[in-house]
């Protein structure tokens, strides 16, 4: 029996000027989402699976979800992937300059954004982290 499609409702995004100063503060309210927002201000676009957050699937759509409602971020479909953008200019036109000093206030030595994950074989991976002889090497050579 063939699997039906279930139509997805679309992302739905607040306008520029329905942005409301107190929603965008309580976004950027959680370190979580700070981080997410300084993440997005030095890359262009991410997907949710490389943000350098250490929490459960779940709460990251969460967080996210606060982000896209207050109007902070943009986020789009692609395939099974959602990307995510700052509107930076959006909330530039709204409030100027307001995000950059919140960034600036925010401590940038705190947290930088990791670099983009890049992909590698698990024997690659185990050569990384345990160097050229990885525990239960002698695994592979029985």
Same mark, same amino acid.
């Given at each position: 029996?063939p699997?039906?499609?279930?139509?997805?409702?679309?992302?739905? +995004?607040?306008?520029?000027?329905?942005?409301?100063? #107190?929603?965008? =503060?309580?976004? =950027?309210?959680?370190?979580?989402?700070?981080?997410?927002?300084? %993440? #997005?201000?030095?890359?262009?676009?991410?997907?949710?699976?490389?943000?350098?957050?250490?929490?459960?699937?779940? %709460?990251?759509? +969460?967080?996210?979800?606060v982000?896209?409602? !207050?109007?902070v971020?943009?986020?789009?479909?692609?395939?099974?992937?959602?990307?995510?953008?700052?509107?930076?200019?959006?909330?530039?036109?709204?409030?100027?300059?307001?995000?950059?000093?919140?960034?600036?206030?925010?401590? *940038?030595?705190? +947290?930088? *954004?990791?670099?983009?994950?890049?992909?590698? %074989? *698990?024997? !690659?991976?185990a050569? !990384? %982290?345990?160097?050229?002889?990885?525990?239960? !090497?002698?695994?592979?050579?029985?």
């Amino acid at each position: 029996m063939p699997r039906l499609r279930q139509e997805k409702e679309p992302l739905s +995004h607040p306008d520029t000027g329905d942005i409301n100063l #107190l929603e965008v =503060l309580h976004a =950027l309210a959680d370190p979580t989402r700070m981080i997410i927002v300084e %993440t #997005l201000r030095h890359d262009n676009e991410r997907a949710c699976g490389n943000l350098p957050v250490d929490v459960a699937p779940s %709460t990251l759509t +969460h967080h996210l979800s606060v982000l896209r409602d !207050a109007g902070v971020i943009r986020q789009r479909e692609e395939g099974n992937r959602r990307w995510n953008a700052l509107r930076l200019e959006d909330l530039d036109a709204r409030f100027p300059g307001f995000l950059d000093a919140i960034l600036t206030a925010y401590n *940038p030595k705190a +947290h930088k *954004p990791s670099p983009k994950p890049t992909a590698q %074989t *698990p024997r !690659a991976r185990a050569a !990384a %982290t345990f160097g050229e002889d990885p525990p239960f !090497a002698w695994l592979q050579n029985s």
